[in-house]
């Protein structure tokens, strides 16, 4: 080994992050627009517009563009080329990998980048305030369909859920309703936001999003567990998943050097203050 490649271990400088640092140094000089293009999961699409615009402060010239539709559009477009990174709430399918295996010769790159709980929203005057998984079952399966069937009041549920286009919503059937089908008359919305405001104004409403959304509403406890952080990573807390950053191949170039900013202790943070839960918390 040459003195400067024993310099640097002496200096605790892992020569491989070195090299990388003066390629990504050159790189940037030399493009004067770099730009990532992420799509995908809506319940990912705040957190993940925090995450690009904390990168996006301290490396100026790089260009982060974020946009939601579900996860099922981000992993079409994923698939035809059109973006670098796919927001995922789920794994992908056999049929998804098959598509990336026949196109790209890779079945794809799916990143841990932080965990979720899955809340059940209610409407603050509610008096219902705690469900069990079995009854959230019935309710979204039609079996039942009047508050007071759950110690509520006597009035019709409203029921609403995410559109099948999302990862939340394929993680809800599989999960929750055990791979049993929505009843017929379930309310679809497109995103998160728009089963929050739904439920905010319906007294009689029910819906489901991330622990991260939803500050006019009342997320139930589920078997008299509160869906918190707390009880997330200790595992208590029955309705929890991991949420994905999924690239063609393994990640490299800006998408490499982006993702693994939001592995780092900093990209954590973000995760956190968006109303998520982080892989890891390693403040001192």
């Known amino acids: 080994m040459s ?68 996860t099922k559009t981000g992993i079409d477009a994923l698939e035809k080329g059109n973006i670098e990174i796919c927001t995922a709430s789920r794994l992908l399918k056999s049929d998804e990998v098959k598509i990336l295996a026949d196109k790209f010769g890779s079945i794809g ?33 039609g079996n039942f369909t009047n508050w ?30 055990l791979n049993d089908d929505y009843f017929e008359d379930v309310e679809i919305k497109a995103t998160t936001d728009e089963i929050v405001e739904a439920v905010s104004k319906d007294r009689n409403a029910i819906g489901y999003g991330g622990i991260g959304y939803g500050e006019n509403i009342y997320h139930s406890f589920i078997n008299g567990i509160k869906p918190s952080e707390e009880n997330v990573l200790n595992e208590s807390y029955p309705i929890s998943r991991y949420l994905f950053f999924v690239t063609r191949n393994i990640p490299d170039g800006l998408s490499k050097i982006f ?26």
């Open 3 to 70: 003195r400067m490649g024993i310099r640097l271990r002496e200096l605790g400088l892992p020569l491989l992050l070195f090299i990388s640092i003066i390629q990504f140094g050159c790189y940037y000089k030399s493009n004067e627009s770099m730009v990532i293009r992420i799509k995908g999961s809506d319940t990912m699409y705040k957190l993940t517009s925090m995450l690009a615009n904390e990168f996006m402060k301290g490396n100026p010239g790089i260009s982060i563009y974020v946009e939601g539709g579900g």
């Open 109 to 141: 790159m799916s990143t841990l980048v932080a965990k979720d709980a899955l809340s059940i929203y209610l409407n603050p005057q509610n008096p219902v305030k705690d469900l069990s998984l079995e009854e959230v079952k019935n309710i979204f399966l």
């Open 148 to 177: 007071k069937e759950v110690g509520g009041e006597d009035k019709t549920i409203r029921v609403i859920s995410r559109s099948p286009n999302s990862g939340t919503y394929l993680y809800f059937k599989e999960h929750v309703l």
């Open 259 to 284: 993702i693994d900013w939001v592995l780092s202790n900093d990209g954590q943070q973000i995760v956190k203050k968006a109303g998520f839960i982080p892989l890891w918390d390693r403040r001192y």
